[in-house]
């Protein structure tokens, strides 16, 4: 079984948000919300400043506290690790929204609870994701982290990288390699 | 004698100002169904290869449609300027533009009633008889060349035809004396050739790049980025110079945070270390170039020391980054940049790029300067064109490509006794009061015009003046001329409808020829339609125009794009790269280029900067829906230690007043750390103000309207726009 999982090279994205766009319309987002984002994470102070450039996403946690949480369990685990909600069985109770570390989750105007799926819909057709695919810099890459032969899995054999809030021990499938 | 209708009023189109009850049908609006969560994905009924629109760059789209709606775009693998990849306007762009409501919906005519100016709702057959008669006026009473063009964008070539088929050369494009102009003129007279949109740098290949001015990945040509990401990714050195720490200077292992309006300072100490330390390539020098002596000995005293008093860089920093640039020679080079019209010098500051550029023997080379390529397609068989004119303007410059746009606006108003040599105006494309700088005279002078025909997508400012507004469809809907580069590798690659026409738009090859036809020049639109157009084209070429619909694109046989031969020859007069312009000198002007101080800001005053979103093109996207969503208005970026002195805080709504008191405003303040203390910045295209622009209008402020002042290119007539100064109040709540 695969374990599906995403790198952001920060070094290589500059938060030109084709991936919060591309997404939108694969996944008829609606209007003022948003399944990815970007952000800018400035240091320093003038002239010896950096700053950290990524796209955030749902980080299809291995321990999800939405999952956990959800009652209905319409947030569940999709075969390869992600992390999804079925529309159908969900509420919209939104103590998902509430137990995401990461606010990566909304409330849809059709009253259930929607993020990132990771296109699971493309991954099936053996596609990338939307934003891996729209993203122009190529700093996005999406893969199975067991699968030795990965760019994923070599990239993060190479190269260092973070998770987002290690201290919640949500174990994050989404790597910023710095 | 001015009719009523010339002393035009700004008229919105809106329910309420157009006469015969414009329906709000806004429907259309992209598939409702929400296929979130676990749903599998929508199955296109068919995917549609085109050329995107949301900017110049043309990159090929897929655009996937289900039920007649396109609901997404993807880049086309098989186009070599995408990749099959896409920036934020042109995946979630050319959906917003299709569907936005506010959209040109039919055609309308200015009209009188009751002493108020509106528009009236037109068929095309009456709005193209009366815009035909209108224009075949002002030809027949004051010549062919007082009908002006300006235009922008892939849909203008027809109009150009139409032009040029009356007998004027009276055609413009902002896009040169506004933007790109002097970059063309500066590496004409150093190379002998223009370096393109296409720009002809070896990026991914390059080992070492210095952008000059160049916010790329916030400036999103896709190709571009993408080069310049597979530059990074291979470890190459980037040296960003910029007032401004951009997301480029983020990247870069040097920042170089100079005083604006100083390059030519720190390019020509460049040039210094390079000769005085020898890094220079002597055998190109030797071998290609003119003039090597004049410039080393015009450099000698430009010494990093020199610099560091006019740019405020560390001698040794200029040292280590022009050692950087050498140690990578040839596959090395200064990014040329695109929008260039800074400071009136703007020539001579991509002369001493260009110069830098040779020093380092990079033309022809990998990781250089490459030599494009171009797929060559026949064109349609009509007759010759007539000779035509262009209409006299008030100022000429010795070294200009092209006409300027600047100079055709002044030449449409009376002047110190001086009668209009322009009296109508074609509009494709364009939103010139804000494209020209200072709206505020460019409003002027259309409503002193005789006539105006827009032509566009979206209300704007533009069409808010003119006296006849024409539909058009947006790129998703239209078939256009063909593209071929020229690129690193031959193409040819086809805008087709991916979707029927919504609403009464018509495409813009449809628009010129039913003038042409109208004006009596039909011969020059001699083919049935677009199709048949392309078609032709196509198949006199030896291409299939089947393989093209399919495909959306040609791909050539690669050739050679890298030339290494010791000896290389060059369209310049004497043959060689020319260090030294004897062009320059016999026009009176510096043959090398030199170094003049800029004004400084009044006390209490900020020079202003403006520069690009990922997410916008200019003001062309400042209403789409989708893209708004994302960057809803420019900020004003302001130095922490400035903002403390002065008051204010970042999301504080402050308004902005020029040297000249015209005030704008109010926009977001954005205090940071990431901008020096002399300059602001924002972002070009927001603050908007026509009201038929439901989501754009005033959100943010438009930095054109503070440009009132510029300083003009001696050599090409660029408007210099880096040479305003602004302060700033916060913004009282009425």
Redo the contacts between chains.
């Keep these: 079984m695969a374990r599906y999982a995403m790198t952001c090279d920060q070094k290589l994205c500059v938060t030109c948000n084709a991936c919060v766009l591309a997404c939108k319309n694969e996944n008829a987002v609606p209007e003022g919300e948003a399944r990815c984002w970007t952000v800018q994470e400035e240091k320093g102070a003038f002239p010896l400043l950096s700053i950290a450039t990524r796209s955030e996403r749902c980080n299809h946690c291995e321990n999800a506290p939405c999952v956990t949480a959800c009652p209905t369990g319409a947030s569940h685990y999709e075969d390869g690790g992600i992390v999804v909600v079925s529309a159908d069985k969900c509420v919209g109770c939104k103590v998902c929204i509430i137990s995401c570390p990461y606010e990566a989750r909304y409330l849809h105007p059709d009253g259930y609870v929607d993020k990132c799926t990771f296109c699971i819909h493309r991954v099936k057709q053996g596609l990338d994701p939307a934003c891996v695919t729209v993203c122009p810099t190529g700093a996005l890459t999406f893969g199975d982290l067991d699968d030795p032969s990965s760019a994923v899995h070599r990239q993060l054999q190479a190269r260092k990288a973070h998770v987002l809030k290690p201290d919640e021990d949500t174990r994050p499938k989404m790597f910023f390699l710095d | 004698m001015a009719t009523p209708l010339n002393r035009r009023s700004f008229l919105r189109i809106s329910g309420a100002t157009v006469l015969g009850g414009l329906a709000a049908s806004w429907g259309l609006l992209?598939?409702?169904?929400?296929?979130?969560?676990?749903?599998?994905?929508v199955i296109p009924d068919r995917v549609v290869p085109t050329l995107c629109e949301l900017c110049f760059w043309k990159c090929g789209v897929n655009a996937y449609v289900k039920d007649e709606k396109v609901?997404?775009?993807?880049?086309n693998p098989l186009h070599p300027l995408s990749n099959?990849?896409?920036?934020?306007r042109?995946?979630?762009?050319g959906?917003g533009a299709l569907y936005d409501p506010d959209r040109l919906k039919r055609p309308l005519i200015r009209t009188r009633v009751g002493g108020e100016e509106k528009w009236r709702e037109a068929s095309w057959d009456e709005a193209l008889d009366y815009t035909a008669r209108r224009l075949g006026e002002v030809k027949d009473k004051y010549g062919a060349p007082a009908i002006a063009l300006f235009s922008h964008g892939h849909g203008g070539a027809f109009f150009k035809t139409l032009l040029k088929a009356l007998g004027s050369k009276s055609i413009y494009a902002p896009s040169n004396d506004q933007c790109r102009g002097p970059r063309e003129t500066g590496f004409e007279l150093t190379f002998g050739q223009a370096l393109g949109s296409i720009e002809s740098i070896d990026t991914p290949n390059a080992k070492c790049i210095a952008f000059l001015g160049s916010h790329l990945?916030?400036n999103?040509h896709?190709t571009a980025?993408?080069d310049m990401?597979?530059a990074?990714?291979n470890g190459a050195t980037f040296i960003t110079v910029d007032p401004r720490?951009s997301?480029?200077?983020?990247?870069s292992k040097y920042?170089l945070?100079i005083k604006p309006g100083t390059d030519i300072a720190l390019l020509l100490a460049w040039a210094h270390v390079l000769i005085e330390e020898k890094l220079y390539d002597q055998a190109f020098v030797t071998q290609n170039t003119v003039g090597f002596e004049q410039l080393a000995a015009h450099v000698k005293d430009k010494t990093p020391e020199w610099a560091y008093i006019e740019t405020g860089l560390e001698p040794q920093l200029i040292r280590e980054t022009a050692r950087e640039l050498a140690k990578n020679a040839p596959a090395a080079f200064v990014h040329p940049g695109r929008h260039v019209v800074w400071y009136g010098n703007d020539t001579q500051r991509t002369r001493a790029i260009a110069i830098v550029n040779a020093l380092l023997g990079n033309w022809g080379k990998r990781g250089g300067f490459y030599l494009p390529a171009t797929l060559p397609v026949k064109g349609y068989p009509t007759p010759d064109l007539p000779h035509g004119e262009e209409a006299k303007p008030r100022e000429t410059f010795p070294f200009a490509t092209l006409p300027c746009a600047y100079d055709a606006c002044e030449a449409s108003a009376p002047k110190d006794g001086l009668a209009p040599t322009i009296r109508a105006w074609i509009v494709y494309g364009c939103n010139v009061p804000l494209t020209l700088p200072n709206p505020a005279r460019v409003i002027e002078v259309m409503q002193q015009l005789d006539f105006v025909v827009a032509i566009d997508t979206m209300p704007a400012e533009v069409t808010g003046y003119a006296d006849v507004v024409l539909p058009e469809n947006t790129y998703l809907e239209r078939y256009d001329d063909l593209d071929n580069g020229p690129y690193r590798v031959p193409f040819v690659a086809l805008r087709q409808p991916a979707v029927a026409s919504l609403y009464d738009s018509k495409p813009g090859w449809w628009i010129a020829k039913s003038l042409g036809e109208r004006l009596g020049v039909g011969q020059y639109f001699p083919w049935k339609d677009a199709e048949d157009y392309l078609k032709t084209r196509l198949e006199k070429s030896g291409l299939s125009f089947e393989d093209l619909k399919r495909n959306g694109v040609i791909v050539g046989k690669a050739e050679p794009i890298y030339d290494d031969s010791p000896q290389l020859t060059f369209k310049t007069p004497s043959g060689k790269v020319e260090l030294y312009s004897q062009q320059l000198a016999d026009a009176g002007l510096p043959p090398l280029p030199v170094y003049t101080p800029p004004e400084e800001p009044p006390t209490g005053y900020f020079r202003l900067l403006f520069g690009r979103s990922?997410?916008h093109t200019f003001s062309r996207t400042t209403n789409n829906?989708?893209?708004l969503?994302?960057?809803p208005e420019n900020e004003l970026w302001l130095?922490?230690e400035m903002a403390r002195q002065l008051g204010l805080k970042t999301g504080d709504r402050v308004m902005l007043e020029n040297q000249d008191s015209v005030a704008t405003g109010p926009i977001r303040l954005r205090v940071?750390?990431?901008?020096?203390q002399d300059c602001v910045y924002m972002v070009h295209g927001f603050g908007r103000e026509d009201a038929r622009l439901r989501r754009g209008y005033r959100k943010g402020a438009a930095d054109s309207r503070l440009i009132t002042r510029v300083k003009r290119d001696p050599e090409m007539g660029g408007t210099g726009m880096n040479v305003n100064f602004v302060t700033l109040y916060r913004f009282k709540e009425a």
């Design positions: 992209p598939p409702p169904e929400a296929h979130g969560a676990q749903d599998t994905s609901y997404k775009l993807e880049g099959g990849k896409l920036c934020p042109g995946t979630g762009g959906v990945g916030e999103m896709n980025v993408q990401s597979r990074n990714a720490f997301i480029i200077a983020s990247k920042w945070p990922p997410v829906p989708k893209l969503e994302v960057v130095n922490t940071t750390e990431r901008i020096r």
